[in-house]
């Protein structure tokens, strides 16, 4: 073993939840924990005329390094296109592409943190940007949310009485990941006015906006303030394809240059032929028609799920009602312990993610985050009942 010549980040625990319940393959299990999209729903048949359309029109060139910043035809439609609806339009000078919304987090990890320097994070906040920055510094402080998303409040106390200068705050605005809660527009207000007071930058992950079921999407906090403070991160992962890998940052120039050299330091460019057919699905007008059926396909899901919850689990945990995204969260009482309940949930032939996973603060643990992204609505009712018979077993232990 030699393991002495290792960086001290790699030292640090990572979380073994995606592992042992996320990606368990136990092919009669029906699972509640991967927030994955539905395989069944992924786009086939436009993809592949998608496909066809890049080898016609681009050739051998789909096939050669791009951009460091990325295929600039598809930051051009991104800037043109994806915050239209909100009457925004972005220069392709602020735009850069990445692997998926995670690079993001890894390369803004590395743009702002060092070992001392201070992060904040919603509590309960999404798993991978916690394992990305923990890699960079050890003082990731969770901000408590409240069934409206983040507390102001509570936030404007932490910054005040933090030892040193915030640097970045990470928040899913739009039915977070794993919590569910969509911020208002007064919040995202006062939120963009705290970072304006304080110095810090906002980082708004995008990743479940268009996927709204009974209201508009709120807009981006960038479409409504001009303020220099703020990051915004998107990707196609779950309104096109994980697979796929494509995501982008949408940031001042100075930040889209600093996040360049960090990307040809890890990767030179994002994969070519996956960008060009992004860019040609997104053209031939697929995307748009694809979110609509998204949106019927898992409010079905959504509805089939808080269905069966409140026949079975109303008096056993509370939780919120998603009005989009992927997740209910569920709270029960403080003495349960949720990894222990997701061991009983596994030998039940069902599974979620304990919800401590979550928490900077190691909170949480009589939380769970269950998703209904990939289950079928007719296997609702059964998942639901294997969840509660994991409990009742649980309770006798």
């Not at 050739?59 to 990325?70: D, E, I, L, M, P």
């Not at 040609?280 to 998204?294: C, D, S």
Request: aromatic fraction near 12%; include cysteine; proline fraction near 5%.
């Amino acid at each position: 073993m030699r393991n002495g010549n290792f960086s001290k980040r790699i030292s640090e625990k990572s979380s073994d939840a995606m592992s042992k319940f996320v990606l368990a393959q136990d092919p009669e299990s029906i699972s509640f924990a991967g927030g994955l999209p539905d395989n069944d729903l992924f786009p086939v048949n436009e993809l592949t005329y998608a496909y066809e359309e890049v080898l016609r029109t681009e050739k051998n060139v789909a096939f050669q390094y791009s951009s460091s910043r990325g295929d600039t035809k598809l930051c051009q439609l991104i800037g043109e296109s994806f915050f239209s609806k909100w009457g925004k339009t972005i220069p392709v000078e602020k735009i850069i592409l990445t692997e998926g919304s995670q690079q993001a987090l890894d390369l803004l990890g590395k743009l702002f943190l060092d070992e001392d320097d201070i992060a904040l994070i919603e509590e309960p906040g999404y798993l991978g940007t916690i394992q990305a920055w923990s890699m960079f510094t050890k003082n990731l402080v969770g901000i408590p949310q409240d069934e409206n998303g983040i507390n102001i409040e509570y936030l404007e106390e932490k910054l005040l009485s933090l030892e040193k200068p915030a640097k970045v705050l990470y928040i899913v605005p739009d039915y977070s990941n794993p919590a569910g809660t969509c911020l208002p527009i007064q919040r995202r207000e006062k939120l963009i006015e705290l970072a304006e007071k304080y110095h810090f930058y906002i980082v708004e992950d995008l990743a479940y906006s268009l996927l709204s079921y009974d209201n508009e999407t709120l807009p981006p906090l960038f479409t409504f303030s001009e303020s220099s403070n703020i990051i915004t991160i998107g990707s196609f992962s779950k309104i096109l394809s994980p697979g796929l890998r494509t995501g982008f940052v949408v940031a001042e120039k100075d930040i889209i240059e600093s996040l360049t050299r960090l990307k040809e330091a890890s990767d030179l460019c994002s994969g070519t032929l996956n960008q060009k057919l992004v860019y040609q699905f997104y053209r031939l007008g697929f995307l748009e028609k694809h979110i609509e059926k998204l949106r019927k396909a898992y409010k079905e899901k959504r509805d089939a799920l808080k269905k069966e919850l409140e026949e079975s689990f109303t008096d056993i945990a509370q939780w919120n009602n998603p009005h989009g995204g992927f997740f209910f969260f569920l709270v029960f009482p403080e003495w349960v312990d949720t990894y222990e309940l997701a061991e009983s949930a596994l030998r039940n032939k069902t599974s979620f993610v304990p919800g401590k996973e979550f928490f900077v603060s190691q909170n949480g643990k009589n939380t769970a985050r269950v998703s209904f992204s990939q289950i079928p609505p007719e296997k609702m009712k059964d998942g639901v009942r294997r969840f509660l018979k994991a409990w009742e077993e649980y309770k006798e232990e």
